[in-house]
């Protein structure tokens, strides 16, 4: 007799299919039930289980075509000699970038994905990795990564398919991994320094006396996370000294002092920035330039500036070193037009357009925003009469669409919070967001002229 259902009476019949059929409601429901004891055998291979369209082989296909040379001559382990096989860089560089792709920027994530997502684990091929290993392949490459992204950028201009002519540049905010609570002012950064020297001595004593207490891998795990925070607040006392000092230069002659210089103890080169919902917390300012013609992202730098007003003259320069050109026009917002960045970047050779500061409110005052002011020099007065024209509008308007659909890219794909601590690695985070931007849509720019020539 058929076992009746948890919620069916023992002593209540199981009515014939014709006294369902006239009474569907006291019918019993025939389910497919999970059966969990059954074994199965499964002969199949990565190949065949990842989806053919998967983004995963596009990625793959894109990173076996770049120069990893730079991360290959770095091993040490050759054929005919002793030592442990090294990882493929290809493995690695593909893996972050189909990370950043995904809006993945932990290491330790990324790890649980390379168990448990096809995808990943198609990539990895068979080959193990851990999260030590993909951190320290990331954080600790950060010339290769550079390197890379040049080697990219510097194809398509060989190509043809980037001129490079036209370049806007857009900052965003990015919080940095600190929170508020870890900003301390200069005294109270000197009193933790010498509470945390203290207890870098006391654990080096303890590992000498105690030894049979703790053992060594215990003693050294304590000492080194000792050692570690001694530093970040040591790196804090300095980053504090050089912000008073230069609270000090912006206070002469002013009647209002600035607040007290604070450095985090967690990431001591953040800073608090001002985002825009009109917040401030701890982040970095993230400078993308981009080529207008191609959306193709030819520079990248992360400062802890507060202000764009200075990050113009370093981008123009870091394209000159790049690529061994530089762009012919630059577009950027009011957020970078100072007079001494507009001076310095118009006096070798690049136009600005920017727009010109409460140019609506002097027109209404009835003076004109355009004519050359007593401040202006030359060059200064050249952009401010160009952006007069209808036609340097037109072109401004490009910036827009160009920069600030970038900056929307990488929000997409998580860019909201620096998974990484420090000015350099953040860097690198910056350039692997590019990286991946750049190889994605390198694709669409090779079909495009593909399609023209045919």
Not at 45 to 64: G, I
Not at 267 to 277: G, Q, T, V, Y
Not at 321 to 341: I, N, T, W
Request: charged share 30%.
């Amino acid at each position: 007799m058929t076992s009746p259902l948890p919620f069916q009476s023992v002593d209540e019949p199981i009515p014939t299919p014709a006294q369902a059929a006239h009474n569907p409601g006291k019918g019993v429901p025939r389910l497919r039930v999970p059966v969990r004891d059954q074994v199965e055998f499964n002969w199949s291979s990565l190949e065949e289980r990842l989806d053919p369209d998967s983004q995963a082989r596009a990625v793959w296909d894109l990173v076996c075509r770049l120069d990893l040379s730079a991360w290959l001559d770095e091993i040490k382990a050759i054929h005919g000699h002793g030592g442990r096989d090294a990882t493929d860089p290809r493995v690695l560089v593909a893996l972050w970038v189909f990370a950043t792709l995904r809006g993945v920027g932990s290491a330790r994530q990324l790890e649980r994905l390379c168990g448990e997502h096809i995808a990943y684990q198609w990539l990895c091929g068979g080959v193990s990795v851990n999260y030590h290993t993909l951190a320290d392949f990331r954080s600790q490459g950060g010339a290769k990564w550079d390197a890379l992204l040049t080697q990219i950028v510097a194809a398509l201009l060989d190509e043809g398919l980037v001129t490079m002519d036209r370049v806007a540049q857009d900052g965003m905010r990015v919080r940095a991994d600190a929170g508020k609570s870890s900003f301390r002012t200069g005294g109270r950064l000197e009193e933790l320094l010498k509470e945390a020297e203290n207890q870098v001595e006391t654990l080096k004593r303890l590992a000498e006396t105690d030894a049979d207490e703790l053992s060594n891998r215990q003693c050294a795990a304590r000492a080194r996370a000792a050692e570690e925070r001694r530093a970040r607040i040591a790196a804090a006392v300095d980053q504090c000294e050089d912000l008073r000092q230069q609270k000090q230069e912006r206070d002469k002659g002013r009647k209002e002092k600035s607040s007290e210089a604070r450095a985090s103890t967690t990431d001591p080169e953040a800073r608090n920035l001002k985002f825009s919902d009109g917040g401030c917390r701890p982040g970095f300012n993230v400078q993308f330039a981009t080529d207008t013609a191609t959306g193709i992202v030819v520079g990248v730098d992360v400062t802890n500036a507060g202000s764009d007003s200075e990050e113009m003259p370093p981008m123009r320069a870091q394209l000159e070193e790049r690529y061994d050109q530089k762009p012919k026009e630059m577009l950027v917002d009011g957020g970078f037009a100072s007079l001494d960045a507009i001076d310095a970047v118009e006096s070798d050779g690049c136009k600005v357009y920017a727009p010109v500061k409460d140019a609506d409110k002097q027109q209404k005052a009835g003076k004109d925003p355009y004519a050359r002011k007593p401040k202006d020099t030359d060059h200064t007065a050249g952009w401010r009469k160009r952006m007069g024209e209808e036609a340097s509008k037109a072109i401004y308007k490009l910036r827009a669409q160009t920069a600030e659909w970038v900056n929307a890219m990488c929000r997409n794909r998580g860019l909201w919070r620096m998974p990484v601590r420090g000015l350099e690695k953040c860097r690198i985070v910056a350039r692997l967001y590019a990286i991946t931007h750049n190889l994605v849509h390198q694709g669409n720019l090779r079909a495009a002229a593909a399609g023209a020539k045919g």
